[in-house]
């Protein structure tokens, strides 16, 4: 019988229900040509991936996006399969038993390290764990910060790494009025964090952050936004590289950085000092085995064969006073058994998101990689809509040339029934929906957005309640 018909449907596993599931969704069931169902699978019993457990809770207007991925979820042609995890409840070898297509979408939940002494210290922490905390993922809620430091340190000059420190510098009362999970609300309510150190090992012209972000630092009510002003004035190559281009954003990026040079210590309760062209080199512990300094590296800027400005040690040598650090320096993704993998990369194997033998390079046929997990961590959330279209684009040319799984159950009564046997706890879409109606009535008792359920327990509990 002739797939991608209303008899005969092509039928679509994305695994990840974040922003890049969504919108490989979308793209998957807007194209006029073939007429395809897609069942969508989470770990989580919630979908939105990162918009839910990685926007920072003062970043409500990103999150508004959601509105967008509800409407694709609401499609009659749209199943939501939640707390139905890969490689535990089902196998890819179950998926190509029920599915024609198989789409990886599950994006880069693991750190990178900084490959330094003291790394494994008492209070060298990542930045991901502290995101999730306070953004209430499940599997993050139960853990402890020692906020009971004065000095903190985040590695890295990217928008996560502006998130932290912003998070830890940010009023109680502005917490509260952001839907940042309760746990963490109350431990940053009694936190002693006086000063926050955000480390770039490169200049003001090569930081990740964007100009919203940066700005909002200056706008910190209880804060003094510093930076060290021979640090955030550029070098010779970087000026040479900024006047010679046309990249406006750049060019505001430094002018809001350098905007912060007049800056000096007041009398608000905490300061958060912006540093550039330095690296950690060592974490240095007490006899306790916890952190009690950072040394760092003066860096200076040179220019590769290509064009690109990296930094280089020098001799130069410092050492600051912290009692925690956090490095966000970077994602990787997680393998999942049976699908092929770029370990050095941190991806999955693929050719621009068809999913091909790490060493033959050879095509695996009806398996296809989107977002983070198919190019690295790199973007916002909007960059992943472009690269999900340009997947499904492979996905429908290859459909088209008849290079499809021939999965032995495909339909969707069969596949329901499965998921069924293997996890009878799922969660469809409409659970889902009542758990968001109820997150937002007790945020409205609250006088905040949401109250979020932060373990799975409870999750299941209220769905009970609610039948």
């Not at 950072?294 to 600051?320: H, I, S, W």
């Not at 050095?344 to 095509?363: C, F, L, M, P, Q």
Request: aromatic share 8%; hydrophobic share 35%.
């Amino acid at each position: 019988m002739t797939i991608g018909t209303t008899e005969n449907p092509l039928r679509v596993a994305i695994i990840g229900a974040g922003p890049t599931g969504f919108y490989t969704a979308d793209a998957l069931l807007k194209n006029k040509e073939v007429v395809v169902e897609v069942d969508m699978f989470d770990r989580l019993p919630t979908p939105y991936g990162l918009v839910r457990d990685g926007v920072a809770p003062d970043h409500q207007k990103i999150k508004s996006v959601t509105k967008a991925y509800d409407r694709t979820a609401k499609k009659d042609e749209f199943r939501f399969f939640g707390y139905v995890e890969l490689g535990k409840d089902v196998s890819v070898a179950d998926l190509r038993n029920y599915y024609h297509q198989i789409i990886y979408t599950y994006g880069a939940s693991s750190d990178r390290k900084l490959g330094i002494p003291g790394e494994d210290l008492i209070g060298s922490r990542t930045a991901t764990e502290f995101v999730a905390w306070y953004n209430g993922h499940p599997d993050y809620r139960d853990y402890e910060f020692d906020l009971s430091q004065e000095s903190v340190a985040v590695i890295g000059v990217g928008n996560v790494a502006i998130d932290v420190a912003r998070i830890l510098c940010r009023t109680h009362e502005a917490l509260v009025e952001t839907d940042i999970a309760e746990h963490a609300l109350e431990a940053l309510k009694n936190s002693k964090v006086k000063n926050v150190y955000v480390i770039g090992r490169r200049g003001p012209a090569q930081a990740a952050f964007t100009n919203t972000e940066v700005r909002e630092l200056g706008e910190l009510v209880a804060t003094d936004a510093l930076v060290v002003p021979e640090e955030a004035e550029l070098d010779a190559l970087s000026q040479q590289l900024l006047d010679e281009g046309n990249d406006h954003r750049t060019k505001k990026k430094v002018e809001i950085i350098q905007s912060f040079i007049p800056n000096t210590r007041t009398d608000k309760p905490k300061a958060l000092t912006i540093r550039f062209l330095v690296s950690p080199v060592e974490l240095i512990g007490d006899e306790k085995g916890q952190i009690k300094a950072m040394r760092l590296v003066k860096n200076e800027l040179y220019q590769t064969d290509d064009g690109t400005l990296r930094p280089r040690a020098t001799e130069q040598f410092e050492t600051v006073s912290v009692g925690l650090v956090f490095r966000s320096v970077g994602y990787r993704g997680l393998p999942v058994e049976g699908v092929p993998f770029n370990d050095s990369w941190g991806i999955i194997s693929n050719d621009e998101g068809r999913v091909v033998d790490y060493e033959t390079k050879a095509v695996v046929t009806g398996e296809y990689a989107a977002g983070w997990i198919k190019r690295g961590p790199s973007g916002i959330i909007g960059t992943n809509k472009p690269d999900a279209v340009a997947t499904v684009k492979l996905m429908l040319a290859d459909f088209a040339a008849g290079q499809t799984l021939t999965p032995a159950h495909p339909t969707a009564p069969e596949a329901e029934a499965f998921i069924k046997q293997q996890q009878p706890q799922y969660f469809t879409y409409e659970d889902w929906l009542k758990l968001d109606e109820a997150e937002l009535a007790k945020g409205k008792e609250q006088g905040r957005p949401r109250v979020k359920f932060t373990n799975i327990e409870d999750m299941l509990t209220a769905r009970e309640a609610q039948k």
